[in-house]
């Protein structure tokens, strides 16, 4: 395969060397908070504002960036309001209280949509809290697209995971899209992220359309072949079961015959 998938493909197996050290830091970004004895604190919601504000910036797909402490911000991120977060931690609730740490204390988090998170609210002292949150927004909100989803459920950093996380880097290599940008469904209106729309594109025999045209792969060359068969292994290797995954063995085996 002398072609410039196989050039992408030994610069996504350098990257990985990378890509793995921020997944395992995301993992503990979102597993992090300490089960320390719960102190007794404040909850009130008293009127405050975080030095957030909009830009006037656009992503590629059409999403207003924010800045935060001075730093722009991913727009895919969410935003909320003190109001929100008082509202969905009941108050800032003691019995909400899951850990504290030298910035604060974490309290559990139920969003209007249902979605439970983890909401850390900065003591007055913590004079070097921002430079700190903003690394855990460029991490836990970027990276975490390359996560394989058993990650999240406590299951740990396994080969299968690291394959998933590398076939994830290859598909954004070759679409020049990120794994956090949202992406629209083929029926319907949903968005969904990038993986689920390779997926959907490749069961619906319409790999060559994710092909950043920037390449510029023929549409009936041998590079468009080689293409598709890369597409044709990536669904096993991003499937959301992991035992469903071939072993990095098996992948490379498949890669070869490409």
């Known amino acids: 395969m002398d072609t410039p998938l196989v050039a992408l493909i030994v610069v996504a197996g350098t990257s990985l060397a990378v890509a793995v050290p921020c997944l395992l830091l995301a993992l503990l970004c979102r597993r992090h908070s300490s089960r ?4 007794c604190c404040s909850a009130s919601a008293a009127a ?3 030095p957030v504000s909009a830009s006037a910036g656009t992503t590629p797909a059409g999403c207003p960036s924010w800045s935060f402490y001075g730093t722009t911000a991913d727009a895919s ?7 929100d977060l008082a509202a969905a931690t009941g108050g800032f609730s003691p019995d909400n209280t899951i850990g504290d740490g030298s910035f604060g204390f974490v309290y559990r988090a139920v969003l209007p949509d249902g ?10 002292d913590a ?3 921002p430079i700190q949150i903003l690394g855990m927004i460029d991490v836990c909100g970027i990276s975490n697209r390359y996560v394989a989803p058993e990650i999240w459920d406590g299951v740990g950093a396994t080969v299968k995971a690291d394959l998933y996380s590398f076939v994830v880097l290859v598909i954004e290599l070759v679409t020049g899209l990120r794994p956090s940008w949202p992406m629209k469904a083929s029926k319907g209106e949903k968005e969904v992220d990038l993986v689920d729309w390779a997926r959907e594109k490749i069961g619906e025999g319409q790999a060559s359309e994710i092909l950043d045209h920037r390449m510029g ?5 041998k590079e468009m072949e080689e293409a598709k068969g890369l597409f044709e292994i990536a669904p096993r290797c991003i499937d959301s079961a992991a035992k469903n995954r071939p072993t990095m063995e098996e992948a490379v085996a498949m890669l070869n015959k490409i």
Do not use: H
Request: charged share 20%; net charge positive; hydrophobic share 45%.
């Open 48 to 50: 405050s504002t975080l």
């Open 115 to 124: 979605a439970a998170v983890a909401v850390k609210r900065l003591s007055g």
């Open 217 to 221: 792969i023929q549409a009936q060359g």
């Open 127 to 129: 004079t070097r809290a």
């Open 77 to 83: 991120l969410q935003k909320l309001s003190l109001a």
């Open 36 to 39: 320390k004895s719960q102190r």
